[in-house]
T-cell receptor
Framework: GAGVSQSPSNKVTEKGKDVELRCDPI?????LYWYRQRLGQGLEFLIYFQGNSAPDKSGLPSDRFSAERTGESVSTLTIQRTQQEDSAVYLC??????????????FGPGTRLLVL | GQNIDQPTEMTATEGAIVQINCTYQTSGFNGLFWYQQHAGEAPTFLSYNVLDGLEEKGRFSSFLSRSKGYSYLLLKELQMKDSASYLC???????????FGRGTSLIVHP
């Protein structure tokens, strides 16, 4: 596609429910990243995929968070037993992986998650 | 880890010039990015610096001093549409993953 897309754009859920967030990266981008952005805060790194493997999961805040990626395509971020502190915008980005001077990340529009 | 500091908020007048500073502390510096993020939208790439000096791109310029751990984003001839959050992000070591600052909210008024 022309850019990174994410779905749903907004999600309201009840505390304790599971949610699944989807990211479609730019075609051909090997790397895919998930970030969380709380209101008024910077981007908090969650997980990074190189192809369909995740060499860096260091940012996942708890074992309630997991993510997977199919090949060099779609990724899903799953949050189990959601808590109110999970409320945030979840941003996905993708990029090439060529170690060049500009491995620019292209961001999707985000999923706004509200846990009641 | 990395520590990235930016002012929380700045205001400026349409047509003026504004400089947004970013200081960082890191080991193995490997590039600094500036992104623009309008409210409710995704961040978009503005600039990348890995060597000392000034990179100019139209109305926007970005400066880097690696020895001082310092960068700034300079916006000239401000327009109302420049009202947005400006994010500084630093990459270090062999990591592909930049660490983002909290962002500076710029308000441009008439």
């Amino acid at each position: 596609g022309a850019g990174v897309s994410q779905s749903p754009s907004n999600k309201v859920t009840e505390k304790g429910k599971d949610v699944e967030l989807r990211c479609d990266p730019i075609s051909g981008h090997t790397a895919l990243y998930w970030y969380r952005q709380r209101l008024g805060q910077g981007l908090e790194f969650l997980i990074y995929f190189q192809g369909n493997s995740a060499p860096d999961k260091s940012g996942l805040p708890s074992d309630r968070f997991s993510a997977e990626r199919t090949g060099e395509s779609v990724s899903t971020l799953t949050i189990q037993r959601t808590q109110q502190e999970d409320s945030a915008v979840y941003l996905c980005a993708s990029s090439f992986l060529n170690r060049g001077p500009q491995e620019t990340q292209y961001f999707g529009p985000g999923t706004r998650l509200l846990v009641l | 880890g990395q520590n990235i500091d930016q002012p929380t908020e700045m205001t400026a007048t349409e047509g003026a010039i504004v400089q947004i500073n970013c200081t960082y502390q890191t080991s193995g510096f490997n590039g600094l990015f500036w992104y623009q993020q309008h409210a409710g939208e995704a961040p978009t790439f503005l600039s990348y610096n890995v060597l000392d000096g000034l990179e100019e791109k139209g109305r926007f310029s970005s400066f880097l001093s690696r020895s001082k751990g310092y960068s700034y984003l300079l916006l000239k001839e401000l327009q109302m549409k420049d009202s947005a959050s400006y994010l500084c992000a630093v990459r270090s070591g062999g990591s592909y993953i930049p660490t983002f600052g909290r962002g500076t909210s710029l308000i441009v008024h008439p």
